[in-house]
Nanobody, 124 residues
Framework: QVQLVQSGGGLVQAGDSVRLSCVAS????????MGWFRQAPGKEREFVAA????????YYADSVKGRFTISRAGAMNTVRLQMNSLKPEDTAVYYC?????????????????WGKGTLVTVSS
């Protein structure tokens, strides 16, 4: 079993930067694909970014490309999401997730483990 503990987030202003972290425990996830998803109030959960088990494959949603960066750290058991140039429309609860298979990165239902979520609020 894998537990994902998230940190970071909070209330920021438009244009600011925030870094989210997600630390995995219970099992090494160095070979797992890791992803970030978000859910804004009244909206469905959407894919944000993902990094493959080897870190060679990285994907971003078009809405965050060029502003957000996903990376691994800490012997590959930590995944981070650096969010720059934040916009009010980035306001959402952000979830990290892990999956065994290194495919279907943008498909939330394919992920095996989820963090509890962290709120990021971007004021205009």
């Amino acid at each position: 079993q894998v537990q994902l503990v998230q940190s970071g987030g909070g209330l920021v202003q438009a244009g600011d930067s925030v870094r989210l972290s997600c630390v995995a425990s219970g099992r090494t996830v160095s070979t797992y694909a890791m992803g970030w998803f978000r859910q804004a109030p009244g909206k469905e959960r959407e894919f944000v970014a993902a990094i493959g088990g080897s870190s060679s494959n990285i994907y971003y949603a078009d809405s965050v490309k060029g502003r957000f960066t996903i990376s691994r750290a800490g012997a590959m058991n930590t995944v981070r999401l650096q969010m720059n140039s934040l916009k009010p429309e980035d306001t959402a609860v952000y979830y990290c997730a892990a999956k065994l298979r290194d495919t279907d990165y943008a498909r939330g239902v394919s992920y095996n483990y989820w963090g509890k979520g962290t709120l990021v609020t971007v004021s205009s």
